[in-house]
């Protein structure tokens, strides 16, 4: 009796944990452009050949935020793309670069990659998300 109510404590505790993690897209809003709010602390992206060209914040209900974006490499040749050359501001000013899946991505020259940016846990969403050359 107690390891079926063991087991059926921890199944659920998973299926708990399981809807923490699920992303939805956030409401359309009208993205700002990186200069709406002072940058204060002086962060901005690494230097690169990488443009931003579209971007979708997401959201989880905890407030985990991501973002799924496409990234160009606007140079003549193959570019490895870092966190450190995306930064995304957060609607109360703040600047924050990305957690990602891999030390670096290799974009070959004016080819474009899709990707989901994890930016952490914050109590505001994100409303630009930007390079060097945007």
């Keep these: 009796m107690k390891s079926t109510l063991l ?5 659920i505790s998973y299926q708990i944990h399981a809807q923490d ?14 200069n ?3 940058n204060e602390a002086r962060k901005y992206p690494k230097q690169g050949d990488f ?5 979708f ?15 160009k490499n606007v140079s003549s040749g193959k570019r490895f ?3 450190s050359h995306v930064m995304a501001l957060l609607a109360d000013g703040q600047r924050i670069t990305p957690f990602m899946n891999a030390d670096k991505y290799a974009i070959s020259a004016n080819d ?8 952490g846990r914050h109590n505001y969403p994100i409303v630009s998300l930007y390079t060097s050359n945007n």
Excluded: C, W
């Excluded at 443009?51 to 971007?55: A, H, P, S």
């Excluded at 905890?62 to 799924?68: N, V």
């Excluded at 474009?112 to 930016?119: G, P, Q, R």
């Design 7 to 11: 087991f059926v404590l921890l199944l």
């Design 57 to 71: 914040p997401m959201s989880t209900e905890q407030g985990d935020r991501a973002a799924l974006v496409t990234i």
């Design 21 to 34: 993690l699920v992303y939805r897209f956030d409401n359309s809003i009208t993205k700002l452009p990186n």
């Design 51 to 55: 443009m931003v060209q579209t971007f």
């Design 81 to 83: 793309l870092e966190n």
């Design 36 to 38: 709406a709010f002072t």
């Design 112 to 119: 474009t990659l899709t990707l989901t940016l994890e930016f």
